[in-house]
C-alpha cells in the first residue's frame, strides 16, 4: 500500500489514500502526510474505521495530545468519552440526543460558527482530527475555509493596517454572540481572553495566513465597536465561496485539519438522530501574541 494525496478543491484540501489508521505508521507515511498538511491544510482520509486508542495514537505522530480542560460547559461526571477525546456529537453519556433545550446543546451550537479550534487558549491548537463514527441522516456538512487564501486575496492598505494587530479571544465572545451569556462565575473565570495575532506566519512554509475566529471578540487598543467592524469584514472576505472547501461526511471519514491556517463550521441537521463525531486535537507548541499582564 503506498500513500497517496490528491488535491480535491481548486484551493487546498487533500484526499489521502493507501494507508491505514488503525496500525502505527511509518516513519516514511508520518512525514508525507505532515507534508500534506503543510501544503493543503486539510487532508481528507476515507473509510478509517478507527477506535479512540488508535486516533489518539494517530494523533501523537504529529505532537501532544491537547485536553479538553476549559472547553466546554459539560462537567467532568457528564463526559461520554475518555481523558484525551473530544466529543462533538450530539449525545448525552447515555448516547441518546441531548434535549432540544439542554444548555450543552446551546453552548455546542457555538460550533455552527467560523472558528478556529481552540484560539481561545493561550497557545492554540495546531492540528484537529475529526473521526465520524455516526453521520448525519441530514445536514451537518462541515465548511472549511483557507486562511492563507483569505491573506493573499486581501487587499494592499487592509493587509497593512492588519499586519501586526493583536486580537482578543474567549468563548465569552464566541457564545455572547449567540445570545448565550448565562454563565457562571467558575465559566467566567476559565474563559478570561487571550491575546492572539491577527496574522500569522506558518512555521515550516513561511505562508502568511489570517488567523479569525468567532472566539475574537476586540482588537487591542481599540474601541469594540471598530474592532468588531473589521472582524466581521475580514470574516466575510475569509470566507468567499471559492476559498471554501463543504465536506458531505460519509461513515469513518476521518478529517484533519490545521488550525494555524484554516476556519471551520459545522452546518445544521438533524438533531433527533444521533450525529457521533469524535475530535482529537493536537496541541500547538507556542503563543501567538505576548499576553497582558494579570490584573
Ligand atoms: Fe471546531
Request: some cysteine; charged content about 30%; overall charge neutral.
Amino acid at each position: 500500500m503506498t500513500l497517496s494525496i490528491r488535491q480535491i478543491h481548486p484551493v487546498f484540501v487533500g484526499e489521502v489514500t493507501g494507508v491505514d489508521l488503525t496500525r502505527a505508521l511509518t516513519e516514511s507515511e508520518r512525514a508525507a502526510i505532515e507534508a500534506g498538511m503543510d501544503r493543503y491544510a486539510v487532508l481528507v482520509f476515507p473509510g478509517q474505521n478507527i477506535t479512540d486508542d488508535q486516533q489518539m495514537a494517530f494523533t501523537k505522530n504529529f505532537g501532544a495530545i491537547e485536553l479538553a480542560r476549559g472547553g466546554n460547559i459539560t462537567k467532568d461526571h457528564e463526559l461520554r468519552l475518555k481523558q484525551g477525546m473530544i466529543d462533538v456529537s450530539n449525545l448525552d453519556k447515555e448516547g441518546k440526543p441531548l434535549p432540544r433545550d439542554d444548555r450543552r446543546r446551546m453552548f455546542n451550537l457555538g460550533n455552527r460558527l467560523w472558528h478556529s479550534d481552540s484560539s481561545f487558549r493561550a497557545i492554540p491548537a495546531k492540528y484537529s482530527i475529526l473521526s465520524a463514527r455516526t453521520v448525519a441522516s441530514q445536514g451537518g456538512n462541515t465548511e472549511f475555509a483557507d486562511m492563507r487564501a483569505a491573506y493573499d486575496t486581501l487587499d494592499e492598505a487592509t493587509r497593512a493596517m492588519s499586519e501586526d494587530l493583536v486580537c482578543e479571544h474567549s468563548l465569552i465572545y464566541s457564545r455572547g454572540s449567540m445570545g448565550f451569556t448565562e454563565l457562571t462565575e467558575e465559566e467566567r473565570a476559565f474563559m478570561k481572553p487571550v491575546r492572539q495575532r491577527l496574522v500569522r506566519t506558518h512555521p515550516v512554509t513561511g505562508r502568511k495566513s489570517l488567523y479569525l475566529s468567532s472566539h475574537a471578540g476586540t482588537i487591542v487598543g481599540w474601541q469594540m465597536p471598530e474592532a468588531r467592524d473589521l472582524l466581521r469584514d475580514l470574516n466575510e472576505h475569509a470566507t468567499q465561496r471559492e476559498n471554501v472547501y463543504i465536506h458531505d461526511w460519509r461513515q469513518y471519514d476521518l478529517v484533519m485539519w490545521d488550525n494555524r491556517q484554516t476556519m471551520h463550521r459545522v452546518r445544521r441537521f438533524d438533531e433527533s438522530q444521533p450525529r457521533d463525531m469524535r475530535r482529537t486535537t493536537v496541541a500547538g507548541e507556542a503563543m501567538t501574541a505576548e499576553q497582558a499582564a494579570a490584573a
